[in-house]
């Protein structure tokens, strides 16, 4: 630390000291961020982060939250994405999410209104890999952002929420690209930041304590062999689903950035990845153990059932397969200055008006109304008279 200035070491030790108390972490991780913004290769600002993801409290609470989404027994590939994009939104206390929601902020939200249609296609692109697990579809994500960066009459709104997107998704590579292409082009100090926490999960997210190892599928597909055996594979479920776009002509007409057939030269010319996964704090082998067969619900299951009466029996049969998470023993380190917690206060200063932006001005109607011309190039509209 002798080499950085003393703000940093304070910095640091706020960081520890907000960190130590329960539900802290996320906060103190972001004054982590703050150092890394200024200071990207500061190993005791990248180490804390980890430290602080490490509090057995912060671990339980994140791996019932991701729980509620992804069954931990799910060891898809695409699964794993969506964990560590879960993950990533939990923990990150970046300003600018809660920013772009504020009134008049719309193009920050959904991007600027000159190419909201090519990176809404590209956004969907990249759900379609998200949620379904096509990875072919973040290839094909790129050429309308591309076709967004060369057209916008504000290319550095548009490279930040494309980044965003990324990032939101678990695309961490691709984020920490974009960032940087826009930090070398513009003095950004919200782009920073972000690109120093984006950076940091593109480094760590195969670490994260709360996340189980990777897998390759395996022990979804034997867990559903109990679940139901007539249920298809992921790879049909991709199959169908391509079929399907394709059938409501929603399919992409052009080429990905990098073709099929070379990408699968380049597969064949990587060596084998087979490192050993890195130690964890939590002890996955009992994944590994399960027998597939139906167990006493989950806490928060049965929570839910309780919350929703009509749906008790619905919830309880979807998630039979849910396994039960074990708090830790001791109970959380509370911040003795941390007012009591007050439901009541969660819906004080709620906006009741209707929410409307003032640059609305592209219909919904028209959001995916895409054809060849949005990818052709303009030379036609750059003729005199041409409007």
């Not at 640091?12 to 200024?38: E, H, N, S, T």
């Not at 500061?42 to 509090?55: I, Q």
């Not at 794993?80 to 920013?99: H, I, K, P, V, Y």
């Not at 591309?146 to 494309?162: H, N, Y």
Request: proline residues 8%; negative net charge; hydrophobic residues 35%.
């Amino acid at each position: 630390m002798t080499d950085y200035p003393d703000y940093v070491r304070q910095m640091l030790l706020q960081a520890r000291d907000v960190g130590q108390w329960y539900c802290g972490q996320p906060d103190g991780a972001a004054l982590c961020y703050d150092v890394l913004a200024l200071f990207p290769d500061c190993r005791e600002a990248s180490d804390l982060v980890y430290e602080l993801f490490c509090d057995e409290w912060c671990i339980y609470d994140n791996r019932v939250a991701v729980q509620r989404n992804i069954d931990e027994w799910d060891d898809r590939p695409h699964q794993q994405r969506r964990r560590r994009a879960l993950s990533f939104c939990f923990m990150s206390r970046w300003e600018g999410w809660d920013r772009e929601y504020a009134r008049g902020r719309k193009a920050e939200r959904e991007g600027p209104p000159d190419v909201r249609k090519l990176l809404m296609l590209g956004k969907m692109q990249l759900l379609e890999a998200y949620c379904l697990g096509d990875e072919e579809a973040s290839d094909y994500a790129w050429v309308p952002f591309t076709r967004a960066i060369e057209k916008s009459r504000d290319s550095e709104m548009t490279l930040l929420w494309i980044a965003k997107e990324y990032a939101d998704l678990g695309f961490f590579a691709d984020s920490v690209e974009v960032l940087m292409q826009l930090c070398s082009q513009y003095k950004n100090q919200d782009a920073r930041r972000l690109l120093a926490e984006v950076r940091w999960w593109r480094d760590h997210a195969h670490r994260i304590p709360w996340i189980p190892p990777a897998g390759d599928g395996a022990r979804y597909k034997r867990m559903m062999q109990n679940i139901d055996p007539t249920a298809p594979t992921h790879e049909e479920i991709v199959e169908q689903m391509r079929a399907q776009i394709k059938k409501v002509g929603n399919a992409p007409t052009w080429k990905p950035v990098i073709d099929r057939e070379i990408a699968a030269l380049f597969a064949e010319a990587m060596p084998d990845q087979n490192d050993a996964p890195p130690a964890s704090v939590v002890d996955w082998s009992f994944l590994d153990a399960d027998d597939g067969q139906p167990r006493e619900p989950a806490d928060w299951v049965k929570k839910s059932a309780k919350m929703f009466p009509r749906q008790a029996l619905e919830i309880l049969a979807m998630h039979r397969w849910t396994r039960q998470i074990k708090p830790p023993s001791t109970p959380p380190r509370r911040d003795p200055n941390d007012a009591p917690f007050d439901p009541s206060e969660m819906l004080n200063g709620i906006d009741a008006e209707p929410f409307e932006d003032e640059d609305d001005d592209l219909p919904d109607d028209e959001q995916f109304d895409l054809d060849a011309e949005d990818f052709a190039e303009d030379d036609e509209a750059e003729k005199p008279g041409r409007k």
